[in-house]
């Protein structure tokens, strides 16, 4: 019966991985559509170099797609690439692993992480509305401690991601009913950001992606990170329409162009026309700093990607946080490879997940 069992559960198991696969080979190829289109097709050299290298260095070639991405993004080979199916399949199970998850669990992380200046205002999980400090509000109580303070507030569902699942009330349009629907989340504080950010867009908050790594010996490291921001009218950062531009994470200067989701560039902005070539993020240095000093209070969630802002105030606010498939393509293309030397290459498969 065992044995029955267990095949069963391989056969479950190969299913989910094959569509996994299928599914990031699909989104590769909608990708490298619109790259062929701005810097043309691949060479058949370099098609053959990045096959070769996912069967060799990563042990198939259902690999090769990303790395084609990547290369032809690049128009060079470049060796150290991780493939973005390759990290969500072996290096996010092993580096990060299920302690991953902690990350969405927002009535805990921000009491792991101690904050400086939280933007969480209270909790609401398992049918409960709780302070940051676990005090149970009931009804009669939450409206009043969520608009002591605040005019709006932000609520966004565990889990949300690319936009998705972010709401904003107001103390006469927040409705109990409506959050228990939505089920668990955070309340936050709206966030006033500095005028740096409202140049972009100042309709919504924009957001600054850092990606830190843990090494084995505990070393806490900045490799890559991307500024991104919504356009005009949005209320919140929406993946499916927001533009992108990657950091020099070592001084804060903005890349030369822009990038909409499909992959098209500017080098001025297209609702307002600023340039913002060689601009450097206000408070970036602090941003590095307090990601370093979060990342070392969850040094067993080896790989994260951060979500910060800076105020109006020139105070560093952490907007969420991911430490499952928190997505590299876009590091990998601009500046990567960004985890050379990790030894992330050739591990063997879900070793963190063995109980």
Known sequence: MRAAINTVKNVIEKGKWYVYHAEHKKKAGK?????????????????????????????????????????????????????DNYYGEVVV?????????????????SNLLQETDSLDICYYANLLFLSPN???????????????????????????????????????????????????????????QHPFFSEFNNS??????????????????VNSGFFKF???????????????????VKTGKLGEDAYFPNWETMKHLPDNDIPFAGRVLPSFDACVAEVKRMHSRIPFIRCVGWDLIVDKDNK????????????????????????????????????????
């Open 134 to 192: 676990y005090e149970i509000l009931n009804e009669e109580k939450i409206k009043k401690f969520l608009f002591a303070k605040n005019e709006k507030v932000v609520f966004k569902v565990e889990n949300s991601r690319q936009g998705k699942g972010i709401y904003i009330f107001d103390e006469k349009s927040f409705d109990i009913d409506v959050i228990r629907n939505l089920g668990n989340g955070v309340f936050q504080s709206f966030i006033e």
């Open 31 to 83: 990708y490298l559509q619109s790259i062929e289109a701005i810097k043309g097709k691949l060479d058949p050299k370099n098609v053959k170099l990045c096959k070769e290298y996912a069967r060799d260095i990563f042990g198939n070639e259902r690999y090769a797609p990303w790395l084609i991405v990547y290369c032809t993004y690049a128009q060079e080979f470049k060796e150290g690439w991780i493939p």
């Open 316 to 355: 560093v606010k952490l907007i969420e946080l991911n430490g499952g498939h928190n997505g590299i393509v876009f590091n990998e293309v601009f500046q990567g490879p960004c985890f050379k030397g990790l030894g992330w290459e050739g591990i063997k498969k879900y070793t963190s997940l063995k109980r």
């Open 230 to 248: 919504g356009r005009k009218g949005e209320t919140h950062v929406q993946s499916a329409s927001a533009i992108y531009i990657h950091i020099d």
């Open 204 to 221: 919504s908050v924009a957001t600054i992606r850092i990606t830190s790594i843990c090494d084995d010996n505990g070393n806490i490291d």
């Open 93 to 109: 199970p092993n580096f990060n692993g299920l302690y991953g998850d902690i990350c969405n669990r927002t009535v805990v992380i």
